[in-house]
């Protein structure tokens, strides 16, 4: 029932940009803090940036200035803006709704996408 499916990964060369998205059925979306993390082949998997359930936003300091969060309530998607994207980004980005509003606590996340691929070419 409750679901989010991630899209709008692919190749892009370094200095380009690209927009996910995060569209969410089953549960109103800000009702929720949404993360986007990502997880490159093995390294850890990191958090990119969440928006809390009252709007504020946040960043990891890598991509500060480059990363745009936001959400479409209308539509119950969250997208993810990334401009001047650099080779370090690539990774496989994951959506995911974290149900206390709060976004800070990894494990309160309770909802996960199925992940979509980014690739920044050299």
């Known amino acids: 029932q409750v679901q989010l499916v991630e899209s709008g990964g692919g190749l892009v060369q370094p200095g380009g940009s690209l927009r996910l998205s995060c569209a969410a059925s089953?549960?109103?979306?800000?009702?929720?803090?949404i993360g986007w993390f990502r997880q490159a082949p093995g390294k850890e998997r990191e958090g990119v940036s969440f928006?809390?359930?009252?709007?504020?936003?946040y960043y990891r300091g890598s991509v500060k200035g480059r990363f745009t969060i936001s959400r479409d309530n209308a539509n119950n998607t969250v997208y993810l803006q990334m401009k001047s994207l650099k080779p370090e980004d690539t990774a496989v980005y994951y959506c995911?709704?974290?149900?206390?509003?709060?976004?800070?606590?990894?494990?309160?996340?309770?909802?996960w996408g199925q992940g979509t691929q980014v690739t920044v070419s050299s």
């Open positions: 089953g549960f109103t979306l800000d009702d929720y803090a």
């Open positions: 995911a709704a974290d149900p206390t509003g709060d976004g800070t606590v990894v494990p309160a996340y309770d909802y």
């Open positions: 928006i809390k359930r009252e709007g504020s936003t």
